[in-house]
């Protein structure tokens, strides 16, 4: 069965420094993976996927991640950090469709200090 | 792309009442539908999933059921509601090989 491991429950940053975000999946074929981002009482809002090609993607908000097959990996990272940044942030395999659909991790919550 | 309406936004029932959430989707034709509970600390769970109309399945046994009357709506519900029901309910929608869009998502407070 599918999974997603964020190991990181809480981060704190400091404005202007970078950031990673750790996510290791387990899945049975080549992954679809996700990043998504969620404000307090809101929806989930894509931040970038990975489906094939280029394992570097780019996404919004200036985010990027890298898919490492090797190391079934595909960390989050943003070279400096605002405070709009503050949010939930999940990691998710599949997304294939039916029974496939998206598997979760924990999500990481990311704390800005001034 | 697709656009997910779920409501209401907050809702508190006392225990042992019913239940009725509502999501549609715009944008998009026979789509995958998911509903998905989050509870604090714990991230998302798939509570059920749809590929079609009439077509649930159930990931989680538990006190909640769905239904999908129309290509476009699906609906989470409960005869009688228990206070382990309380979180937060996001609908997701998902054609093959896309990602998933997610509505705003329900608070519920069951009390």
């Known amino acids: 069965a599918q999974s997603v491991t964020q190991p990181d429950i809480h981060i704190t940053v400091s404005e202007g420094a970078s950031l990673e975000l750790r996510c290791n999946y387990s899945?049975?074929?080549?992954?679809?993976l996700f990043w998504y981002v969620q404000s307090p009482g809101q929806g989930l809002q894509l931040l970038l996927k990975?489906?094939?090609?280029?394992?570097l993607v780019q996404g919004i908000k200036g985010f990027e991640a890298e898919f490492k097959r090797s190391q079934s990996s595909f960390n989050l990272r943003k070279p400096s950090v605002h405070w709009s940044d503050a949010a939930e942030y999940f990691c998710?395999?599949?997304?294939?469709?039916?029974?496939?659909?998206?598997?979760f991790g924990k999500g990481t919550h990311l704390i800005i200090q001034p | 792309s697709q656009t997910i309406h779920q409501w209401p936004a907050t809702l508190v029932q006392p225990v042992g009442s019913p239940l009725s959430l509502e999501c549609t989707v715009e944008?998009?034709?026979?789509?995958?539908l998911y509903w998905y509970r989050q509870a604090a600390g714990r991230g998302l769970q798939l509570l059920f999933y749809?590929?079609?109309?009439?077509?649930i399945s159930s990931e989680v046994p538990q006190n909640l059921s769905a239904s999908r009357p129309q290509d476009r709506q699906f609906i989470l519900s409960s005869k009688k509601l228990l206070l382990s029901d309380s979180g937060f309910y996001l609908c997701a929608s998902c054609m093959l090989d896309t990602e998933a869009f997610f509505g705003q998502g329900t608070r519920l407070t069951v009390v």
């Open positions: 944008g998009t034709s026979n789509p995958n």
């Open positions: 749809s590929v079609g109309i009439g077509q």
């Open positions: 899945y049975g074929a080549t992954p679809y």
């Open positions: 998710a395999v599949g997304g294939r469709g039916g029974a496939d659909g998206l598997t």
């Open positions: 990975y489906f094939s090609g280029d394992t």
